[in-house]
């Protein structure tokens, strides 16, 4: 359920797309630091999101070239910002971790022993995670508890099932002592959040519908050969719409110093943007792959400019 919430790149400006690369670099450098090389694997754009989202309200922190372990031969810009990456970084671990878990239950046991094994791997570093962050672990556990019965009702509603995810990614900012930044932070990544499921939960359909797996798509709308009838894709994309908007709605009330114009190309560009792609059904097959390519590209011409 990663890899959804990512900006617009070719509507950035050039100081804005460098400013969320080297988030996301300096993501992957406070995962390997605070919990192991292997931690690196599990940097994602949402969590990149995430620190932007939680560092807006001060300066922007300063960058430096660093070591990347995927490029062996040179380095890149990274974010350098250890104590506003700490809360970003243990969230991402104890999600992936959370996610890898869910993944064993659903796929039995011989299918389930590769999340076992990475379960395992990263048992030490989501440990070091909850004692960090205690009560969004508990959090993330009690809602997923609470998915997993209206998983198995096969519940047709919607708004359950997207509040029992959303509520986890709220808990993001559950640490935030500020009122003023905890409450609208909270509010916008609830809506990220029941966009997230939502978003997934389309991308998912005709996966779902050949292996007989649950997806409150299939109870809630009629489905045919995997897909909706376009009144209820229509329906749909009004809900994440409104979604988008009140996660803007939050956006405009935090004291941003930092990051302003990115965040907003997050919510009203690149959300729209990654749905539609997902209700075209190119998103998995094309676009991040492209997303991939672009990046690998533009990291090249960027060395040799230098």
Not at 166 to 192: H, N, S
Request: hydrophobic fraction near 40%.
């Amino acid at each position: 359920m990663f890899g959804y919430v990512r900006p617009r790149r070719d509507l950035l400006a050039p100081e804005d797309l460098e400013a969320y690369r080297a988030a996301y670099c300096g993501l992957c450098r406070a995962l390997g630091k605070q919990y192991g090389f292997a931690a690196r694997f599990l940097v994602n754009y949402d969590m990149t999101f995430l620190y932007l989202l939680r560092a807006s309200a001060a300066p922007a922190a300063q960058s430096a070239r660093c070591w990347c372990p995927a490029k062996l031969c040179g380095r890149k810009d990274c974010t350098l910002d250890p104590e506003g990456f700490g809360a970003a970084a243990a969230c991402t671990v104890i999600l992936t971790v959370e996610k890898l878990r869910d993944n064993v239950r659903d796929e039995g046991f011989f299918r389930g022993l590769p999340y076992r094994f990475l379960t395992l791997l990263y048992r030490r570093a989501y440990c070091r995670a909850a004692r960090r962050l205690p009560d969004f672990a508990a959090l993330t556990v009690r809602q997923l508890h609470a998915l997993h019965a209206l998983e198995a009702a096969k519940s047709p509603s919607i708004d359950a099932v997207a509040d029992a995810f959303a509520q986890i990614v709220a808990g993001c900012a559950g640490d935030l002592k500020d009122p003023a930044l905890r409450r609208p932070t909270e509010q916008l990544l609830y809506q990220t959040g029941r966009f997230l499921y939502l978003a997934d939960a389309l991308d998912d359909l005709r996966g779902d519908c050949q292996q007989d797996a649950y997806n409150p798509l299939r109870y809630r709308f009629s489905v045919s050969d995997g897909a909706l009838t376009q009144g209820d894709l229509d329906y749909l994309t009004q809900l994440t719409d409104s979604s988008v908007n009140l996660a803007g709605a939050a956006l405009a009330l935090l004291p941003m110093r930092a990051h302003e114009a990115l965040l907003e190309n997050v919510i009203y560009l690149g959300l729209p943007s990654v749905f539609a792609a997902v209700k075209a059904g190119k998103f998995q097959s094309r676009d991040r792959i492209q997303w991939n390519k672009n990046a690998k590209r533009e990291n090249e011409d960027k060395e040799t400019d230098r």
